[in-house]
């Protein structure tokens, strides 16, 4: 039964492509015609050149749609509503949190289509800001690529995917089996990737449908449970008053929220492997709207289950193990341990997706000639096979398996989400702005998707509110990860952007100053025909 399941899959990936193979004229004309205009194009590459190299396109409407599917479904709605429902205080609240989240996500998915049609290249936010930000030169790369290589990692996925292995298997969990299992799966992946590109392609679609499926059963689950044929007595009781007890901390909300987004991120998925994708503008358009619907509908079903079949007490307290706590009220204890090594499944399908799109980003920072250690050459290549990126995997490899190391568990996890989160919306602000100036400076700028501009600017608002609200005292002073400030992960994002701004100051000011150089950008091909950009020192008398 698997053979013919991965056979048929395989046969459709090949008719995808094929069929999404016929572009036309026109939309070869509108994926380049940016380039024409200096003033838009971003970066040294060309288009030609930034997109030569690799797999090639081999990316359809259907692994596109999977591979935000894959990205978005990982652990975020098995694991946070616990912390979620903690943090403000009621299943209502939570629940609106739930919809905002839906609704923010969308708004900046349009925003990000209008740029991703623009300028249909891999690199996602990288590439937008460099097409507005262009003065000081390189100033966007650099700040990018300190908070994409620093906080591009994947603990928090792979975190949850061990911790469900050791519940299915029965074993106690402990800090170190949980960093065994943790770095075995990312290594893993690592090699699934860097070695066997179109393999690993495979394994994201059919975990991706996995994951469809096992979100389903969560949702079906939650209607017996409505239906009162299970054992759960009241499946009614959270939903009466289901206000009562909301926080009225701004600070609260705005760190939920930070977790609802983090579980709806990967919307933009597509839009970091625009390299890799067939008819990238219409694939696109498609692809993005298409996946996040069919996850927005299961997130908020899948919240109703929840609360229907344990009581706000228990969810509030069930930690990371939400689900497990689901199926454990409505099947049993066994139950629950099967569950757990479906759960690990999932996580293990976000670890998946979420590494193959930072490879591909790492690729396309060490293109642009951003010094790093060893020469940009070799991380730019898609050594050894000609195929992938293995260096770039390699430098997602390097925060994820320090992160997985170093911090405990415990507070790492929730930790870890409020740091992700909080440097994106930093840049998103830039992002929407840039929407806005470029609409301004270039109203005639080909534009194959044009986002509403209401949407534009509810989603500017809601971020700006996110980057101030966090610094608000919480109603029980201390936040969602004590003993360590609430306001600490806000400092802590502030700090990795600004590290961008000096880490590009020491590069292109400070060591060329005292050395006496001048940088001076040439264009080499590698052997596997990628374009990269690389400086050399020259002397200044």
């Not at 013919?4 to 015609?33: G, P, V």
């Not at 609240?93 to 991703?116: D, K, M, N, R, T």
């Not at 249909?120 to 460099?130: A, D, F, I, T």
């Not at 975190?159 to 800090?175: E, G, K, W």
Request: aromatic share 12%; proline share 6%.
């Amino acid at each position: 039964m698997s053979t013919t399941w991965w056979s048929r899959l395989s046969k459709k990936q090949e008719q995808d492509c094929a069929f999404e193979s016929q572009s036309s004229e026109k939309d070869q004309r509108i994926q380049k015609e940016p380039d024409d205009d200096p003033e838009l194009s971003p970066g040294e590459l060309t288009f030609e050149e930034y997109t030569a190299g690799g797999l090639g396109r081999h990316l359809g409407v259907t692994s596109c749609t999977l591979l935000i599917v894959g990205r978005i479904i990982g652990t975020g709605i098995f694991s946070t509503p616990s912390s979620i429902l903690s943090s403000v205080g009621s299943v209502g609240a939570s629940l609106v949190l739930w919809v905002l989240g839906f609704l923010l996500s969308f708004c900046g998915l349009f925003i990000w289509l209008e740029f991703g049609t623009m300028f249909p290249r891999s690199g996602g936010e990288k590439v937008y800001l460099e097409a507005v930000y262009k003065k000081p030169k390189y100033l966007a790369t650099a700040v990018f690529a300190v908070n994409s290589i620093l906080l591009g990692f994947t603990p928090s996925s792979c975190i949850v995917s061990d911790f469900f292995i050791l519940v299915a298997a029965d074993q106690t969990v402990d800090r170190w089996n949980e960093r065994a299992i943790a770095l075995g799966v990312i290594f893993f992946v690592i090699l699934i990737h860097g070695l066997a590109p179109k393999t690993g392609v495979l394994i994201m679609d059919l975990l991706s449908i996995f994951k469809i499926a096992i979100l389903m059963f969560v949702v079906i689950t939650g209607w017996v449970v409505f239906s009162g044929k299970t054992s759960v007595a009241d499946p009614h009781y959270n939903f009466r008053n289901a206000f009562v007890g909301s926080s009225t901390s701004s600070n609260n909300y705005a760190t939920a929220t930070f977790k609802v987004l983090i579980a709806y991120g990967g919307w933009s998925s597509v839009n970091y492997v625009m390299n890799n994708v067939r008819d990238p503008v219409r694939t696109l358009k498609i692809a993005g709207p298409l996946g996040l619907g069919i996850c927005a509908v299961l997130y908020l079903l899948a919240n109703v289950a929840y609360f229907a079949a344990a009581t706000k007490t228990e969810i509030d307290e069930s930690g990371v193990a939400v689900t497990s706590l689901f199926f454990g009220n409505v099947f049993g204890p066994a139950a629950e341990r099967a569950l757990a090594v479906f759960i690990a499944l999932s996580a293990l399908g976000n670890v998946v997706t979420v590494t193959f799109a930072a490879a591909r980003v790492n690729q396309e920072l060490a293109k642009e000639g951003i010094p790093i250690p060893f020469g940009n050459k070799f991380w730019a290549s898609n050594w050894p096979t000609g195929k992938s990126p293995l260096p770039g995997l390699i430098i997602h490899l390097i925060p994820s398996a320090i992160t997985i190391i170093a911090p405990p568990p415990n507070i790492a996890f929730p930790f870890i989400l409020d740091i992700e989160g909080y440097p994106q919306q930093i840049i998103n602000l830039f992002i929407v702005i840039g929407l806005f100036y470029l609409r301004w400076k270039k109203p005639d700028a080909v534009r194959p998707f044009k986002v509403w501009w209401p949407l534009a600017v509810f989603f500017l608002a809601a971020s700006a509110f996110l980057l101030i609200a966090p610094f608000l005292r919480p109603a029980n002073g201390v936040g969602d990860t004590p003993p360590l400030p609430y306001y600490l992960y806000c400092l802590v994002g502030i700090s990795i952007i600004l590290a961008g701004g000096l880490y590009w100051v020491v590069w292109r000011i400070v060591l060329p100053k005292v050395f006496g150089y001048a940088l001076v950008p040439r264009k080499e091909t590698l052997d596997d025909g990628t374009v990269v950009t690389v400086f050399s020192n020259k002397k200044i008398d």
